[in-house]
């Protein structure tokens, strides 16, 4: 799959197709789940578009800052750049954390029972990043590092975005994978677990962990890699994961006092 292709001489970036099929397929699991859990699916629904726009606005900027040496023209240019970019240039950490701040906020408008509602955005969001991930494999959005292990994957078009003719590690497909497997493993875990806000907790310790160790295979060098070696979506990860900790360990001393 190429990222991008023409029909009748109008060019056409597969990223845009597959963001929007990824959407769609997050908001389809959402319904599913409210049915399932008993929430409320307007909850969602009803702001489909001011989530869409907040989580693009945010995890592009966050993604420009971070990579400021490429793109620290693009304001003096044009405002189509921004929204236009042809390629995933995206800050995933803070994809996910505007959303989550943004369902914070309005579960605690409408003093609804939070921990359902979470459940389901987080097994939604793994559901979808299954497809957006193989995607990201496919039209070489998501490059590896060279490698020697035993998993890797050599590009040989002369189309490919990679700069490396010789085998690097499949990132994007190993996110995908894990993006499968913590679904699974989650969704089970859900049906078997009661403990409020386990599942959310569980989840951001174990997809931040995967974050923090794989990005380092990433081809990527942004801005904050190049002085602290994590990149932002590293440095976001460890906040998460010390966050969840707290938290996690608060529910287990409050499961042992009971």
Wanted: charged share 10%.
């Amino acid at each position: 799959m190429y990222p991008q292709f023409e029909i009748f001489w109008i060019q056409i970036y597969s990223f845009w197709i597959w963001l929007s099929i990824s959407f769609v397929l997050f908001f389809w699991m959402l319904y599913k789940l409210s049915l399932k859990y008993w929430i409320n699916s307007n909850f969602f629904l009803n702001n489909i578009f001011f989530y869409f726009i907040s989580m693009f606005f945010f995890s592009r900027l966050f993604y420009i800052v971070s990579e400021w040496r490429s793109f620290k023209f693009v304001f003096q240019e044009s405002l189509q750049k921004f929204f236009l970019m042809p390629d995933y240039n995206f800050s995933i950490i803070w994809w996910v954390f505007w959303f989550f701040l943004i369902l914070f906020f309005k579960i605690k408008k409408f003093k609804l029972k939070s921990e359902k509602y979470i459940d389901a955005v987080v097994l939604a969001f793994l559901f979808a990043a299954i497809v957006w991930y193989i995607w990201a494999f496919l039209g070489w959005q998501i490059l590896g590092k060279p490698t020697n292990l035993s998993i890797w994957i050599t590009y040989n078009s002369v189309l490919s975005k990679s700069s490396y003719s010789w085998p690097i590690f499949p990132l994007a497909f190993i996110y995908s994978i894990i993006s499968f497997v913590l679904f699974t493993a989650l969704y089970i875990t859900r049906l078997f677990t009661k403990i409020e806000w386990f599942v959310w907790y569980l989840w951001i310790i174990i997809f931040s962990s995967c974050l923090l160790i794989f990005e380092f295979f990433n081809v990527s060098i942004d801005t904050f890699s190049t002085y602290t070696t994590l990149n932002i979506t590293q440095i976001g990860a460890v906040a998460l994961i010390i966050y969840a900790s707290l938290w996690l360990s608060k529910i287990y001393k409050k499961g042992v006092e009971a």
